[in-house]
């Protein structure tokens, strides 16, 4: 096996005194206790690390995911991943990672294993797109730094998640024999086959920026990655992650991702997550790869006990770093009694569960997930001035996203009626209350003292005649609620809305010709009925969480301007796409599973642009109440030269400090030229040099910035390019290089709505 020498941790910039600390409490460990320290155990959390009373060390709870603390009552279901991006607004990412930071906080939890930059979104299919937040690296990565940033001031520590290439759920585990032992495999994972300069311009973009903000850890993916298990992959883990990139924190493993002792030890793996449960799905308690075997491996020689002491003093240092150590709050009971994962009849050891039961950590968050979700509502499609609501006296509701769901706290995949707020597996979210679009809506209407039918049986929609369902005169507004699944653990299969949703649109449109279409969509959704002359308006909300009725009727009623923007593209056809996944074999050989990432750098709008492909709604799309101008776009080189090579600097957290130096500066003038006000996002996008190699997407999305304009007020906006920004991965010299020649720099407000253009040349030939 090909491995690299693991980077020790060096506590270096502002986790210095925290890692002198972690030495100190290293120091003082037996080797069972550090076989502990590096092990999950079933416990009240979804991720356990025990107790050392004599240490006075409480132990670790880790607790999913990226849009709730899942495992706990009385918290907040927040806006999902895909939602909050689509507001592209650093505020509200920010905002909304610290709000979450403070009930997994108050909860007891150590760890939020949150956010996702993987999957990014190679395929329009996969799983968990939804979870993570724009098929872009740029995008995605802003996110993840403000989202992180949040999470730790808050402090709680950040689990960037999942590294790498975890771009589909289909046989993201091994095949096992049902009657066999935790390596009598079938068939191998999936690999996901990356070369060189796709993973460092594509996959790792985000993840750097994620280091950078120094989060504390970070989760290692399912699936193989080029033929080695991420969990062990030694390029990935010690040659990307802790060399290139400078990580200072621990690597934990995903649950039932560990799939070796020493090769994972040796390969860069610094928790086993959950530790006491084997292979994922096996019995709890038993099996882990690490735990005593961790004890046997020092004592024989095969692991270097030093080896062992930089994975606990990883795991140590942003704990002292977060100030965990002092006066932490415990974990709530709660939290072991909704634990379904790990309950209490697996635990081999106690717990002491003596916090609150059942604390209620809400606070104000609702008025913030209302206010998120609002913004973050796209609008696709505004004819005949249809929205905002005009104050309709007649309103007709129908679809089975409407109404209130009555199956319980969490989705789940059979839940026909009811608003769907969020996805499904270990990234949901438990409700407490969802207020419904059909609640809202009833709510609102009262103040017109208007009539508001409901139907909510799609089926019936589907194949009646809608005019033979509402009282005789056709409704001023008919709203239709469409709703699209989305979980781990699966692909989906279609890239069409749910339960016959084509059909209730179409059967609408037919007799109302003021149909208004929302979805709640884990993301891309093509859309057949997007230019029928009667569908006057469509608005994508995507998973808004616990507020999905108030902030939708928000946007309707016109209270808040939309300002959503998508963070894909939608196709006009769900052939028009790319990359599928890899969801069947027609050989049964181990190592048969391989999906190969030939597109490289081109998957949604780089790859809607190579091709020269029509679509329906470009990615950065969004429409808005009023209308919005661009001028006088000025790029002013900050550096006084610009060479191609970087300076090589001490590596920091993020890699190469060079590669973070802003090099230019580019203002545009932003004006609000309708009668309403509203925000607004321009996007920087670049085109790079002919003498860029080939593969290099026709323009990449490099700045964004959200503004909230007036009527007729005018704003300068800017936009800093780092070096990085302006680079490209040279897999020979394996360094990042600014290319010779001549860039093209285009703002407006998609990447296919560009209004101005400036050109620079940073390199002298």
Known sequence: MLTYDTANATGTGEWKEAYAKAQEFVAKLTIDEKADMV???????????????????????????????????????????????????????????????????????????????????????????????????????????????????????????????????????????????????????????????????????????????????????????????????????????????????????????????????????????????????????????????????????????????????????????????????????????????????????????????????????????????AEATVLLKNEKQALPLKAPKNIAIFGNDAGENTMGAVNEATFEFGNLAAGGGSGTGRFTYLVSPLEAIKTRAKEDDALVQYFLNNTQIATNNVTDLWVPATPDACLVFLKTWAEEGADREHLTVDYNGNEVVESVAKSCNNTIVITHSSGINVLPWANHPNVTAILAAHYPGQEAGNSIVDVLYGDVNPAGHLPYTIAKNATDYNAPPTTELSTDGTHDWQSWFDEKLEIDYRYFDAKNISVQYEFGFGLSYTTFSISDINAEQVAESIPSIPEDQPIQPGGNPALWETIYNVTVAVTNSGDVKGATVPQLYVTFPDSTPEGTPPKQLRGFEKVSLAPGESRTVGFELMRRDLSYWDIVSQKWLVPEGEFVLSVGFSSRDLKEVAKITPVSV
Request: glycine letters at 12%; hydrophobic letters at 35%.
């Open 39 to 373: 092990t999950g155990q079933p416990g009240p959390c979804v991720g356990n690390i025990v107790a050392i009373p004599r240490l006075g060390f409480p132990g670790l709870c880790l607790q999913d995911g990226p849009l709730a603390i899942r495992v706990a009552d009385y918290a907040s279901v927040f806006a999902a991943g895909v939602t909050v991006a689509s507001t592209w607004d650093r505020d509200l990412l920010y905002e909304r990672g610290y709000a979450m930071g403070q009930e997994f906080k108050a909860k007891g939890a150590h760890v939020a294993l949150s956010p996702v930059a993987g999957p990014l979104g190679r395929s329009a299919y996969a799983g968990r797109n939804w979870e993570g937040f724009a098929a872009d690296p740029y995008l995605t990565g802003v996110a993840m730094e403000k989202t992180i940033r949040g999470h730790q001031d808050a402090g709680v520590q950040a689990t960037p998640k999942h590294f790498i290439g975890n771009e589909q759920e289909t046989q993201r585990n091994p095949t096992y024999n049902p009657n066999g032992t935790l390596t009598d495999v079938i068939q191998e994972a999936l690999s996901s086959n990356i070369d060189d300069r796709t993973m460092h311009e594509l996959y790792l973009w985000p993840f750097a920026n994620a280091v950078r903000a120094q989060a504390a850890s970070f989760m290692c993916a399912y699936q193989r990655l080029n033929g080695s298990y991420a969990c062990e992959n030694s390029k990935a883990l010690n040659g990307l992650l802790k060399e290139e990139l400078g990580f200072q924190g621990y690597v934990m493993s995903d649950w039932g991702g560990t799939h070796s002792g020493v090769s994972s030890i040796e390969g860069g793996l610094d928790m086993n997550m959950p530790g006491g449960l084997g292979a994922y799905g096996k019995t709890p308690g038993v099996g882990s790869f690490f735990g005593k075997n961790v004890t046997y491996a020092v004592n024989n020689g095969t692991v270097d006990e030093s080896r062992v002491d930089d994975m606990i003093i990883r795991i140590m240092t942003p704990y002292y770093w977060l100030g965990q150590d002092e006066d932490y709050p415990e974990v709530d009971p709660s939290s072991a009694d909704l634990n379904t994962f790990s309950p209490r009849s697996t635990w081999i050891r106690e717990f002491n569960l003596t916090g609150e039961r059942s604390r209620d950590v809400r606070g104000d968050h609702a008025e913030l997930i209302r206010k998120l979700a």
